[in-house]
């Protein structure tokens, strides 16, 4: 019998939308980026599609943020996600070749205990998940694995602040850095991990006065999530930013569609069509 395939069920990716291919961007590239002025668009995204979709937008930077832990897992903190977790996310999000530079996080506990670990780690998410570059978390305390992974060749994004997985030790979600000793800290923690060779940091959750302040002394671009307008590119959760969170929405997220409820009454119209016999139709059969 022949007919139409399934959607969603073929074996080839569907072919990019229409327009003109992008070259694949690189860490240097979005290094490149801060010195021309031009601001990063950078979203998380853990799947084909929305890798796909945020790619043919035009974003710079997909990032495969262990925020998938709390986004699409279930978890209350990204404290249980695995790197087997990531890996599956990245080889997901890399499947549909983006030319946006491709960065996945190093979850909780793969970077931690030992250099060699991390950058081990670091190699997976490369050689397995098909990754750019990878972040990880944290200042002075990273800066051996930092180096070490950039040594093997591997781009490394840092990300400071409010940092999630340290959720437990900074007692909860909270803007960080607010006093006037935490904000040298912090400034003097970008500038080790630029030192150290970091092509970019994330900034998380500080009062904009600050990210301001470290997007001015460093060289590599500061990519910004709750730190004010002036760091050199700003990411959002797509989830967030697509209204698909069904959880709590921080402050710094702008909505660009609201997509929960428009999914929810999609189901309701559906169901009621299998329910009253309405679906399928003739069209809709095989004969
Ligand atoms: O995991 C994540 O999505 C992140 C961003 C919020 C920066 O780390």
Do not use: W
């Amino acid at each position: 019998m022949s007919g139409d395939p399934k959607p969603g069920s073929g074996a080839q990716a569907p072919p990019a939308a229409a327009g003109p291919p992008r070259a694949k961007r690189t860490a240097p590239q979005i290094v490149e980026l801060k010195r021309r002025g031009e601001p990063i668009a950078c979203v998380t995204a853990y799947d084909f599609p929305t890798a796909r979709l945020a790619d043919e937008a035009g974003v710079d930077i997909v990032l495969v943020g262990d925020s998938v832990g709390t986004v699409l897992l279930g978890y209350d903190s990204t404290l249980p996600v695995t790197m087997d977790d990531m890996l599956h996310h990245t080889r997901a999000v890399t499947r549909a070749r983006p030319s946006a530079l491709v960065v996945a996080d190093m979850p909780f506990m793969s970077y931690q205990v030992s250099v060699e670990q991390a950058v081990l780690n670091a190699g997976r998410l490369v050689q397995e998940g098909g990754a750019d570059a990878v972040k990880l978390e944290g200042g002075e305390r990273v800066t051996g694995a930092v180096r070490r992974i950039v040594e093997v060749g591997i781009p490394v994004m840092g990300h400071l602040g409010l940092t999630p997985q340290s959720v437990l030790a900074l007692g909860g979600y909270r803007v960080q850095a607010r006093g006037e000793a935490d904000q040298e800290r912090l400034l003097s923690e970008a500038k080790l991990l630029e030192a150290s060779g970091c092509f970019s940091v994330v900034l998380e959750g500080i009062p904009a006065r600050l990210g301001a302040a470290v997007s001015r002394e460093l060289q590599i671009p500061t990519i910004g999530i709750g730190a004010g307008p002036s760091c050199d590119g700003q990411v959002l959760v797509s989830h967030d930013l697509l209204g698909m969170f069904l959880g709590h929405t921080p402050k710094f997220v702008r909505r660009y569609a609201e997509l929960a409820p428009e999914i929810r009454a999609a189901y309701q119209r559906y169901i009621a069509d299998v329910k009253a016999r309405r679906f399928p139709s003739e069209r809709e059969s095989y004969y």
